[in-house]
């Protein structure tokens, strides 16, 4: 397992290398990193800044200079802010794992029990009722869910009972990474929590059942069920493990993508994680936010992209480790 581990290591990275340098050839090609200080009278300053940030050359040895600061940690100066660029990515990227665990742990587990119990019982009144409630899931947008959820569960028993401040928060996570886990930590979680987790329900039931449904259509099921054997240990034993593999795949793949793509929500409920600070980054123009942002998250896409491949080694053993 170990060299299946390092062998695909090593395949990711020239896949890094080359997504890193693309997203640095893009963004050059689209910001101008001196923007703000062409509009100043002193073309002296604009070119002494030209020169120190090596402006004057070639994409490719501005890229080399780039990453060989990137990785002994110098990801430079934010011009919207002027503060360093790794605390901020550091930080954000903090709040924004803390809402990827708990939304995806709690949506792989729901997902999963809802595809299990609609495969066992294919057709029945409960199948059409979690079928049509996972369409109403994935048809109802994030930004849509967030503001009807901060109204039913914070505005309004606020309003109704009169209370001096909303059972749930949602104007951002002050006390996350500060006070630790505790009630006021799940308090402000609730919400974004909960508007994740709907939406990847939605979406990861249906592959699950899906996905039950093939394994309980095997060759293999039918033999233990011509041999007599309990219909529970078929589902759980036997189905279960084939039908865990794709879905381990599917909810590591989709968590690569939210690590960068939270936008919606974390704007919201004024999240301060990876998605709004990309967001306020592309609309200031922050080169030097936006280039380590994009190398941070496709880091995160090949560790995830690697986690499921292991993932999908373990759990099913016709794939040869070598």
């Given at each position: 397992m170990l060299r299946y581990t390092l062998r695909r290591l090593a395949y990711s990275l020239p896949v890094l290398v080359i997504a890193s340098y693309i997203l640095f050839w893009a963004v050059r090609a689209t910001f101008d990193p001196l923007a703000k200080l062409r509009q100043s009278t002193d073309p002296g300053a604009v070119r002494r800044q030209t020169e120190l940030l090596g402006l004057d050359r070639s994409v490719p040895e501005q890229y080399l200079l780039w990453m060989k600061a990137f990785v002994t940690g110098d990801w430079g100066t934010s011009t919207r802010t002027s503060g360093s660029v790794m605390?901020?990515?550091?930080?954000?990227?903090?709040?924004?794992?803390?809402?990827?665990?708990?939304?995806?742990?709690?949506?792989?587990?729901?997902?999963?029990?809802?595809?299990?119990?609609?495969?066992?019982?294919?057709?029945s009144a409960g199948d059409y009722v979690l079928t049509g409630l996972s369409y109403v899931g994935i048809a109802m947008p994030a930004f849509w869910l967030g503001l009807v959820l901060i109204q039913v569960l914070a505005v309004w028993p606020r309003q109704q009972f009169g209370l001096s401040e909303p059972p749930l928060y949602f104007v951002g996570l002050h006390s996350v990474g500060e006070s630790g886990i505790n009630l006021d930590y799940f308090r402000h979680l609730a919400l974004p929590v909960v508007t994740l987790t709907i939406g990847l329900v939605a979406s990861w039931s249906r592959f699950s059942r899906a996905s039950m449904l093939e394994a309980l259509g095997s060759d293999y099921v039918r033999t233990a069920r011509a041999k007599g054997v309990p219909r529970r240990r078929i589902l759980f034993r036997h189905a279960l493990r084939n039908a865990l593999a794709p879905f381990v795949t599917v909810v590591a793949l989709d968590a690569a993508v939210l690590v960068g793509g939270l936008v919606v929500t974390e704007q919201i409920y004024a999240i301060p994680g990876m998605g709004r600070l990309f967001l306020s980054s592309i609309l200031a123009g922050d080169v030097f936010v936006l280039i380590p942002w994009m190398l941070v998250v496709a880091v995160a896409v090949i560790a995830f992209n690697l986690l499921a491949d292991v993932a999908y080694a373990l759990l099913d053993p016709r794939v040869a480790l070598r």
């Open positions: 605390p901020m990515i550091g930080s954000a990227l903090e709040v924004t794992l803390q809402l990827m665990f708990w939304g995806v742990l709690f949506a792989a587990v729901i997902a999963l029990a809802i595809g299990i119990y609609s495969a066992a019982r294919q057709y």
